[in-house]
Structure formats: C-alpha cells, structure tokens
C-alpha cells in the first residue's frame, strides 16, 4: 500500500475554513519562543500563538479549535519537504513541532533522519510487493491483507487487534512501530484511519496532545475527563495573569508553565525541587508527622477533624495551635506577634558544628518545620474543599432561620469557603517560598516576609473559626468583612514578592 494513495485528512466536522478561523482568532507562529524559568525549558519549542481579537490573556478553547493550527503547520511543512503528511507528522512530533529546527536537521542528513524516526520506506516508496497469501500473525488466509510502505503485510482483522491495542496503551500508541518484529517503520494515522476507523478519532486527539504539550503557550486542562486547551495570545500575556488558568468548563485552575495547581509566591522550579524533595523524603517525614497528636496537658490523642488550627482538648479543655502544640493565648495580638510559630528555629542547636552529622540533623530540622506547615495548610485545604460541597446546604438552612431571607444575604457563606480555600493554598506554598529563601543577603526581606506570612495566618485562622461557627452563632457582617481582609492581605503579599521584597519597612496596608 502506498502512502500516495492516503492524505493527512480531518473530518468535516473538525474542518474550519481560513474565515471561520478568523472570526475568532488570527494565528501567529513562532518557531523560537523566547525560554522561561518553567520546568521543561527549551528555546527550540515552537508556540503557535492564538491572538483573540477582544482582549488579551489566556483563554480555554476546545480541542477542535486548535486542530486546524496543527494542521496548517502539517500542510506548511508538507508543502516544504515534499514528502507524505502522515511522515511530516512524526517529523514534526519527534522535533517538538518546531519548523525550522525540523528544517535544519532534514536538509543536513534527510536519510539519517528518516531512518532514525521510522519512516524511511514511507518517504522512498519502492516497487509494490506480491501479496502473501496468508498473515504471518494468525496464519489465515481467510481476511484481505493490508500492508505497510515496508512491506509487511498482515490480514486486515489482525491489523484493526494490532490497533485497537496500541490505542488502549495510550498516548504511546502514536510511535508504535510495524506489527514485524525486527521492523522499525512506524505506523501512523493511514494504517490506524485504514483498519481501525473507530479508532482513529483517539489517534488524533493523541496527536494533538502531543502538539499543544510541545507549546509554550497552551497546555491541555488537567482536569480530569476535560477536554479544554488553555492558550495565551502571548508571553507577556501568560505572565500578566499571573501564569494562571481558570477552565469554564471544569473549574480547574492551573499554572500554564507547569500544569500544577497555581503556586504563587513560589515559581515553577522551586516547586519542581520541593516535589521532588517530598518524594524523596516524604516517607520519613510522614512518619514524624502523625495523624494524631498528644494534648500538651493532659496527652489525650486528639485527632484533627477540621480546618482551624485552634484546638481544645475535650478531656481538659486546654487550647492550644496544632502546628507548635503552643497555648493559644500566646499566639494572640495582645502578645506582640500572631502566630509566631510559622519561623524557623533551629532550637537552641551548635550552629557551629560543621560535622556531617550536625548538618544533616539541621537540614533535616530545617525541612520538617517547613513540610509541617506545608502538610498543614495542605490538610486545612483539602477541608476547606470538603466543607465547600457542604455549605449550600447550609445557605439553605440559613436562609430559612431567618424571615424574608434573600438567597443572596447568605451567598457570604461560600464566598468565605472559597476565599478559605485560596488562602489555604497560598499559605501551603509560601512555606515552599520560604523553604528556599535562604539568601543571607536578603535576611531582612526574609523576616518581613515571615511577619506578612504570620499576618496572613493570623486573618486566615480567624475566618475559619469564624465559618465554622454554628449557624445560630453566625454573624453575617463579621464574616464579610473578615472575608474581605483576608482577600486583601493575601493579594497583597503576593504582590509584595512579585515586586521583589523591596520594601522591608513600611508594614503591608490591609485595608
């Protein structure tokens, strides 16, 4: 079979003509994106850039929206190279679909090159071969044989099992090779279109992962079963909405440049390091950390069931904060600094021992204070989310204790979990942030860093108390505008580490 006979196609529901297009973006390509600090740098990434003509930013698009872009980057090279789409396809795929990196390469060996992605025979077609008269794989001669630009042939029913099987294995399938054993011609989208019509559409959208995955400026939602593609109409425009994508249709949010959740104040590569320190050490760590923690007076097991970090044993009736296992009256306003334990103190400990023993030990120190609170906020947020599912049922029940309640007048309930939640995550990676702060150059910062920090706790742990209170105890007005400070706090240290800590004296305004 030759790949003569087979173009590159979509459907008709996939194709959009150039002034359909144009309705709604213009396309602009760039071969040489400029590199960010993310994780997988690469100058040689090529970025299609989706301009929406009403504003900047970025926006979730549908996956049959971008088909066409890689498309026209197909037919642009095709027309180029003059060799069959299906093998511009993996040329473009193997060279993160970056034109004229693709373009150097192939003129400087196109043989090499061929051969060493799998689609030589496809490129240099040679003379048809006599059919064989039975499949090398089952043995029959009962089906009509298909073949490959190599040569092999195999019965048709063997070829759609051959597909059908490399397309439940995944995004893999798409560099699946020849079903001969000792052939390393690829196949592509003529031989999956040919005997597995059904399932060529995954084919495709695997293809077109790939494409978006190669693009600095569009990552598929990680949301799970979503099939929207966040796309910035430009570098610039990425970094004004904070690298932070919001999915209308999911309403998962994500960092564009590392697909995680987002992680201001910490960037991309220092969550990268912490992830991968919290593998690594997080077997250890979790076992310090128990689910479970002695009351400080009466050492009752108390077990943490909610957000706050204001506990009181029900044995003794002691308070105390979850994270230090501190007297809560410490950590009060009234005695000089709220939530003191969110600094680092090596306790007391020989700075000055230089043997590796001791500085493993504070290493180790260092990290667990930091994972702790890190782990913490991460808990208090899973609860927070928890809590959310539960709170329009308890809108409904507030909305009907009280006479000619509008459902409006309780809608401050969710506004407060979901600004809980927000907190709760910038919380967790300020210690991610701060883990890493550890230029001596820039101890003042760090410290007023940790006061804004301590500042944020403050406001976060008392709009928690204050949500979880019961609904009899619910004070509308309090909650709005503990609601309101905490959200401006917090934008407001962000703020302050975007800008670069520069002002280290004047105290962050919070109204």
Same mark, same amino acid.
């Given at each position: 079979?030759?790949?003569?006979?087979?173009?590159?196609?979509?459907?008709?529901?996939?194709?959009?003509?150039?002034?359909?297009?144009?309705?709604?973006?213009?396309?602009?390509?760039?071969?040489?994106?400029?590199?960010?600090?993310?994780?997988?740098?690469?100058?040689?990434?090529?970025?299609?850039?989706?301009?929406?003509?009403?504003?900047?930013?970025?926006?979730?698009?549908?996956?049959e929206d971008v088909i066409p872009e890689m498309k026209r980057r197909l037919d642009d090279v095709t027309e180029v190279l003059g060799v069959p789409p299906s093998a511009v396809a993996v040329l473009l795929r193997e060279n993160k679909w970056s034109k004229e990196v693709l373009l150097e390469k192939f003129y400087n060996n196109p043989e090499k090159l061929q051969l060493k992605y799998g689609i030589y025979a496809r490129c240099n077609p040679v003379a048809t071969k006599k059919s064989t008269k039975f499949c090398t794989i089952c043995y029959d001669d009962d089906f009509p044989m298909m073949g490959m630009p190599c040569g092999h042939e195999f019965c048709t029913e063997c070829w759609k099992d051959f597909v059908d099987t490399a397309i439940s294995e995944g995004p893999s399938c798409i560099r699946k090779t020849c079903p001969a054993a000792s052939c390393?011609?690829?196949?592509?989208?003529?031989?999956?279109?040919?005997?597995?019509?059904?399932?060529?559409?995954?084919?495709?959208?695997?293809?077109?992962?790939?494409?978006?995955?190669?693009?600095?400026?569009?990552?598929?939602?990680?949301?799970?079963?979503?099939?929207?593609?966040?796309?910035?109409?430009?570098?610039?425009?990425?970094?004004?909405?904070?690298?932070?994508?919001?999915?209308?249709?999911?309403?998962?949010?994500?960092?564009?440049?590392?697909?995680?959740?987002?992680?201001?104040?910490?960037?991309?590569?220092?969550?990268?390091?912490?992830?991968?320190?919290?593998?690594?050490?997080?077997?250890?760590?979790?076992?310090?950390?128990?689910?479970?923690?002695?009351?400080?007076?009466?050492?009752?097991?108390?077990?943490?069931?909610?957000?706050?970090?204001?506990?009181?044993?029900?044995?003794?009736?002691?308070?105390?904060?979850?994270?230090?296992?501190?007297?809560?009256?410490?950590?009060?306003?009234?005695?000089?600094?709220?939530?003191?334990?969110?600094?680092?103190?090596?306790?007391?400990?020989?700075?000055?021992?230089?043997?590796?023993?001791?500085?493993?030990?504070?290493?180790?120190?260092?990290?667990?204070?930091?994972?702790?609170?890190?782990?913490?906020?991460?808990?208090?947020?899973? !609860?927070? +989310?928890?809590? *959310? $599912?539960?709170?329009?049922?308890? @809108?409904?029940?507030? %909305?009907?204790?009280?006479?000619? =309640?509008?459902?409006?007048?309780?809608?401050?309930?969710?506004?407060?979990?979901?600004?809980?939640?927000?907190?709760?995550?910038?919380?967790?990676?300020?210690?991610?942030?701060?883990?890493?702060?550890?230029?001596?150059?820039?101890?003042?910062?760090?410290?007023?860093?940790?006061?804004?920090?301590?500042?944020?706790?403050?406001?976060?742990?008392?709009?928690?108390?204050?949500?979880?209170?019961?609904?009899?105890?619910?004070?509308?007005?309090?909650?709005?505008?503990?609601?309101?400070?905490?959200?401006? !706090?917090? +934008?407001?240290? *962000? $703020?302050?580490?975007?800008?670069? @800590?520069?002002?280290? %004296?004047?105290?962050?305004?919070? =109204?």
């Open positions: 079979m030759s790949d003569d006979e087979y173009e590159y196609e979509y459907s008709d529901e996939e194709e959009h003509s150039d002034d359909d297009c144009n309705d709604d973006y213009s396309v602009e390509y760039s071969d040489n994106e400029m590199e960010w600090d993310g994780v997988n740098d690469n100058p040689n990434t090529a970025s299609v850039i989706l301009t929406a003509n009403k504003g900047e930013g970025i926006r979730m698009l549908p996956a390393a011609e690829l196949m592509t989208e003529v031989e999956v279109k040919i005997a597995a019509p059904e399932s060529f559409p995954k084919f495709e959208t695997y293809q077109l992962r790939s494409f978006v995955e190669s693009n600095t400026l569009t990552r598929w939602c990680p949301g799970r079963g979503c099939e929207r593609i966040a796309c910035a109409s430009s570098t610039s425009a990425m970094e004004k909405a904070n690298n932070v994508a919001n999915c209308d249709s999911c309403d998962t949010s994500f960092c564009l440049k590392c697909g995680e959740e987002p992680h201001s104040p910490s960037n991309c590569k220092e969550l990268e390091r912490w992830n991968e320190k919290c593998k690594n050490e997080s077997e250890t760590a979790n076992w310090i950390l128990a689910n479970t923690k002695p009351c400080p007076k009466c050492s009752s097991r108390i077990e943490k069931n909610q957000g706050c970090n204001h506990m009181v044993c029900q044995k003794c009736k002691h308070e105390f904060c979850w994270i230090c296992l501190g007297e809560w009256s410490e950590h009060g306003a009234n005695t000089g600094g709220y939530y003191k334990c969110n600094k680092f103190d090596s306790g007391g400990g020989d700075d000055n021992d230089v043997s590796d023993a001791a500085k493993a030990k504070r290493e180790l120190d260092r990290y667990l204070h930091y994972y702790k609170r890190y782990h913490a906020h991460s808990e208090a947020q899973a !609860f927070a +989310k928890k809590q *959310l $599912k539960e709170t329009e049922s308890r @809108m409904v029940l507030l %909305q009907e204790s009280s006479d000619n =309640a509008r459902w409006s007048d309780v809608e401050f309930l969710k506004t407060a979990n979901e600004q809980l939640i927000e907190c709760r995550r910038v919380l967790k990676f300020t210690y991610t942030f701060a883990y890493y702060l550890t230029d001596d150059s820039k101890k003042m910062q760090k410290e007023c860093f940790e006061y804004h920090q301590e500042m944020l706790e403050r406001f976060t742990e008392s709009l928690s108390e204050l949500s979880e209170k019961p609904l009899a105890e619910m004070d509308r007005t309090t909650v709005v505008n503990q609601t309101r400070v905490v959200d401006r !706090f917090m +934008k407001n240290i *962000l $703020k302050y580490v975007d800008d670069g @800590m520069e002002d280290i %004296q004047t105290p962050m305004m919070i =109204a």
